[in-house]
């Protein structure tokens, strides 16, 4: 069962600007985990937070997590035009559990 | 980073005939793998959790005597899609973890499935 709803469903903005998608869910959680996916095509790995942790950073991409809220955010600082991609959250319940994605977002970044 | 291989990438067939896909675990071994499945402009929905030496374990409204999964060593997983249908066409996507090492899940690159 879907268990994360990301928001918005689709943004667009300009190259150069900052998105920030959301990401909620529903139960405990042990990491979450962004990928992002070009169309019809597979997923690729951006980060991975762990429950216990509220922030992190790789590159232009920053995610923070509040397990009290059950909610992540996923900050892309100045985008590029390559950053158009559908972006989901998914969840664990441990290490080797399913990851259950959210809805995702649609970010199109235009140059 | 671990690597998991899919094969194949895409595959076109009739309508009523089967169609098996294969998840390799390359460098790790994976005791647990995942079955998803993809719907344009959609999520990855799980289908099934396949364990190595038994029976996998179905996500609700996925028909396991249409999707017959076989994980009989701790690197590979194959998915069997018997007697496709157009409504089956989808991109599959298989994914494993490594459970001794609390990292991201690896995922395959995906299957394109097209039925005509």
């Known amino acids: 069962s879907q268990q994360g709803e990301e928001d918005p469903q689709a943004l667009s903005i300009q190259e150069g600007e900052n998105a920030t998608m959301n990401c909620s869910y529903k139960t405990s959680i042990n990491n979450l985990q962004w990928y992002r996916q070009n169309s019809g095509r597979g997923l690729v790995h951006l980060i991975l937070i762990r429950s216990n942790e509220r922030e992190k950073h790789s590159g232009r991409l920053r995610v923070t997590l509040d397990t009290s809220k059950k909610s992540s955010s996923l900050l892309i600082t100045a985008s590029r035009a390559a950053d158009t991609a559908s972006y989901f959250c998914a969840t664990d319940t441990s290490g080797n559990t399913p990851l259950v994605f959210g809805k995702g977002t649609r970010l199109s970044v235009i140059a | ?116």
């Not at chain 2, 094969?7 to 995942?34: N, Y």
């Not at chain 2, 298989?94 to 995906?110: H, K, L, M, P, W």
């Open chain 2, 1 to 116: 980073g671990a690597v998991v291989s899919q094969h194949p990438s895409w595959v076109i067939c009739k309508s009523g005939t089967s169609v098996k896909i294969e998840c390799r675990s390359l460098d790790f071994q994976a005791t647990t793998m995942f079955w998803y499945r993809q719907f344009p402009k959609q999520s990855l929905m799980l289908m099934a959790t396949s364990n190595e030496g038994s029976k996998a374990t179905y996500e609700q409204g996925v028909e396991k005597d249409k999707f017959l999964i076989n994980h009989a060593s701790l690197t590979l997983s194959t998915l069997t899609v018997t007697s496709a249908h157009p409504e089956d066409s989808s991109f599959y996507i298989c994914s494993a973890r490594d459970i001794y090492v609390n990292t991201e899940a690896f995922f395959g690159q995906g299957t394109r499935l097209t039925v005509v």
